[in-house]
């Protein structure tokens, strides 16, 4: 019976050509897919079907190899534990949901193998963007023309996706890809893409304000703030002053804009906006927060979970069966912590180790993304998004100065 081999590589060099084969471009039409679900959440997609074929193709390009880069030997680690544990609680309770997270990681993981394989090719990466891109695009077309799915009285709008947080997720994913796709690329290539940032920015904020995402409006938030701070300490010029004022603006607007449209929180019916009601629900949580404690806010995401059972901090409870827990039946609602409670503390290293691989030297340009992508991370789970692996692979890519702060200007044209 023969067997796959597996070719473990090296950090290698860029590769010199830019010619695109089959497989990128089924990784493209998968990533242009993605956002279209057509079954129940958790299910099979049209795009997985996709992306397993160019899977497929990938590995016949390179005549049966699988090619694993060093660089992901501690997520290997991972992935093999995570298969351990959640092997070892599914005997236990004979529970299907724990096999399905592990076909989720799976398949994570399989999506980081080709897409690095993938960054040494920059018109993929190119590609990649102008596709981040367009699924943006083709989300404000179907909000246009009505034909998306909106829930809770038809407030929050969820676009193609089956829930508003995956689809808030999906767009604020993709402004990010963006965001680092174009910075690499200009430093490459030399050429700005400012316009296609700020498009693709203020469309993901629409989305998030669409959607009702309060974690999402975190990432948002965070990342406005931190890419702020980056340009007055890229460079002292005269727009200094100004972009104090402006914060200053924008700080009084939004908080006149909560004291006008200030919701009773016991009182939103159907002719609400989606803006009031993404208000409504800042001001839920703050009042959450008001009565109960943050107590009252981590049972909300189920985080109280793991206070409650620190023991499995030391092993792991495995990702699944989370009605054997008291308080709410679905999973802890923040990334990082429900990894660490889900596999325990050596798993948990080993990807933080991974983690830390990727993003050591990425570039100073990128401090934004990462921070906002941890930030909202801390509210909901991405554990199982395709897009949240990417983010952080893509932190690897090779600047030419990665230290170095992009001089940011605002010029006035005579």
Known sequence: MSTM???IENRRVESTTNRLHIAHYLFLLYWMMKPFYFGPSGNMQLADFIFVLAFVMWIFVHKGNVLVDRREFPLAMFLLLVLVINGIYFFITF??????????????????????????????LRGLMWTSAFNLIIQMVVLLLGLGRFMWRGLRFMGTFNDPNQFAFSMFSSFLLVFILSSYLKEEEKSRKKLLVLS????????????GSTGMLLGVGAFTLVFMLTIIYSERTPAFQFLKILAIITIVAIVALIAVQGINVAQVDGSASSGSFLIFRLLQKINLVESGGLNSLFEDRAINRIFDNPIYLIFGSGEGAHARFPGPVYEVHSTFPGIFFYYGIIPFLILCFWIYGNLKNASRILIPVYLALLVESLTLAHQRQPAFWMIILLGSLPYANPKKLRKYRMVVSP
């Open 5 to 7: 081999p597996i070719a």
């Open 95 to 124: 529970d299907n949901s724990f096999l399905l997270t592990s076909a989720y990681y799976t398949y994570c993981f399989m999506i980081v193998l080709v897409v690095r394989d993938f960054m040494q090719n920059k018109r993929f």
């Open 200 to 211: 693709a920015f203020l469309f993901a904020a629409y989305f998030i304000v669409q959607g």
